[in-house]
C-alpha cells in the first residue's frame, strides 16, 4: 500500500526561522494532507491539497504537491515555540490515509 | 462543537486478557477511522466505519475488531493481547471525504 515518507526526519531550528519538510508517495492520489502532532496527543489537521492543485497556502504554512514527481512539501515561516511538534504527511488514494512515519520539528525560542 | 472523545486515556492489561476501546465522534460525523500508533511501525490503518458498516480494513488480524452503533460511536475491541499490541490507539472521525479530526486518543499497555 502506498504510504507518505517525509524527509528530513527530525529538525531543529531557531524561533523564526523557516522549516521545510518533505513528503514522497508511491501511487497516485485524490488528494494529500499534512497534520500536526504534539506529544503524546492526537493529529491535528493542517491542510489538504488535490491531486489537481501545485501550491496551497494557510497562515504561515505552505504546501507544494507535485504529482510528477510524487512529492510534496511544508513549509512553516518565521517559526515559534509553539510549533514545536511531529509533522505527518498523509496520503488519500480513496478509502484510508496512509500517514508517512513523521518529522520531528524542535523550534528553539 | 465538542471534539473527538475517546475512552479510557490510559489502560493497562495483561498477555491474553481483551480489551475494548471508545470513540464518540464530533456530532454529525458518520465516518469513524481507528488508528494504531507505535514508535516503530508508525500510524497504521485499522477499519473505518460508516453508518455502521465496515467501510476499510487494515491489515491487522482478526483480534482486532470494531463496530460502530447508530449514534456513530465506535468502538474497538483487541481479543487475547500481546505485548506488541502496547500502543496509541487513535479514532478519527469526518465528514463523507472530509480530512480527519483525531481524539486524544488512548494510551494501552500490555504487561
Known amino acids: 500500500s502506498q504510504q507518505g515518507e517525509e524527509d528530513p526526519q527530525a529538525l531543529s531550528i531557531q524561533e523564526g526561522e523557516n522549516a521545510t519538510m518533505n513528503c514522497s508517495y508511491k501511487?497516485?492520489?485524490?488528494?494529500l494532507q499534512w497534520y500536526r502532532q504534539n506529544s503524546g496527543r492526537g493529529l491535528v489537521h493542517l491542510i489538504l491539497?488535490?491531486?489537481?492543485?501545485r501550491e496551497k497556502h494557510s497562515g504561515r504554512l505552505r504546501v507544494t504537491l507535485d504529482t510528477s514527481k510524487k512529492s510534496s512539501s511544508l513549509l512553516i515561516t518565521a517559526s515559534r515555540a509553539a510549533d514545536t511538534a511531529s509533522y505527518f504527511c498523509?496520503?488519500?488514494?480513496?478509502?484510508?490515509?496512509?500517514f508517512g512515519k513523521g518529522n520531528q520539528v524542535v523550534v528553539i525560542p | 462543537k465538542a471534539g473527538v472523545t475517546q475512552t479510557p486515556r490510559y489502560l493497562i492489561k495483561t498477555r491474553g486478557q481483551q480489551v475494548t476501546l471508545s470513540c464518540s465522534p464530533i456530532?454529525?460525523?458518520?465516518?469513524v477511522s481507528w488508528y494504531q500508533q507505535t514508535p516503530g511501525q508508525g500510524l497504521q490503518f485499522l477499519f473505518e466505519?460508516?453508518?455502521?458498516?465496515?467501510?476499510n480494513k487494515g491489515n491487522f488480524p482478526g483480534r482486532f475488531s470494531g463496530r460502530q452503533f447508530s449514534n456513530s460511536r465506535s468502538e474497538m475491541n483487541v481479543s487475547t493481547l500481546e505485548l506488541g499490541d502496547s500502543a496509541l490507539y487513535l479514532c478519527?472521525?469526518?465528514?463523507?471525504?472530509?480530512?480527519?479530526?483525531f481524539g486524544n486518543g488512548t494510551r494501552l499497555t500490555v504487561t
Open positions: 478519527a472521525s469526518s465528514l463523507e471525504a472530509g480530512p480527519l479530526h
Open positions: 501511487t497516485s492520489i485524490n488528494n
Open positions: 491539497i488535490r491531486s489537481n492543485e
Open positions: 498523509a496520503t488519500d488514494a480513496g478509502g484510508r490515509l496512509a
Open positions: 456530532s454529525g460525523h458518520r465516518s
Open positions: 466505519y460508516f453508518s455502521e458498516t465496515q467501510r
